[in-house]
């Protein structure tokens, strides 16, 4: 079983920048995809990126559309934690973000965008900008 814990969210104001974590626990982390969701109030979730690593294909990161430019994904293998810089927010990144995870096999899709793709997830952690 995979845990999967949330920091670093909070109140920040327009043009403002945050950094959330996301700390995996409970098994040895190879050959997995790690995502990042936001759902926003009355909204459905939102892709926000990946990091991905593979024995066959190496290191992968992809950022959604509406982020670009503006989030960057990393991750720290030592620690088992993935973190989201989010810089020049706006009010429309307010939202519930949550970290997702699962395990590849060879034939995956190293990038998986879509919710339905992750097995395991963290409880969230609320991030509100204000204008």
């Known amino acids: 079983q995979v845990q999967l814990a949330e920091s670093g969210g909070g109140l920040v104001q327009a043009g403002g920048s945050l950094r959330l974590s996301c700390a995996a626990s409970?098994?040895?982390?190879?050959?997995?995809?790690m995502g990042w969701f936001r759902q926003a109030l009355g909204k459905e979730r939102e892709f926000v990126g990946v990091?991905?690593?593979?024995?066959?294909?190496?290191?992968?990161?992809v950022v959604g559309d509406s982020v670009k430019g503006r989030f960057t994904i990393s991750g720290d293998n030592t620690k088992a934690t993935m973190y989201l810089q989010m810089n020049d927010l706006k009010p429309e990144d307010t939202a519930v973000y949550y970290c997702?995870?699962?395990?590849?096999?060879?034939?995956?899709?190293?990038?998986?965008?879509?919710?339905?793709?992750?097995?395991?997830w963290g409880q969230g952690t609320q991030v509100t900008v204000s204008s």
């Open positions: 990091l991905s690593w593979t024995s066959w294909s190496g290191g992968a990161t």
């Open positions: 409970g098994r040895t982390f190879r050959n997995y995809a």
């Open positions: 997702a995870a699962r395990f590849l096999a060879y034939r995956d899709f190293i990038s998986p965008q879509n919710v339905e793709a992750y097995v395991y």
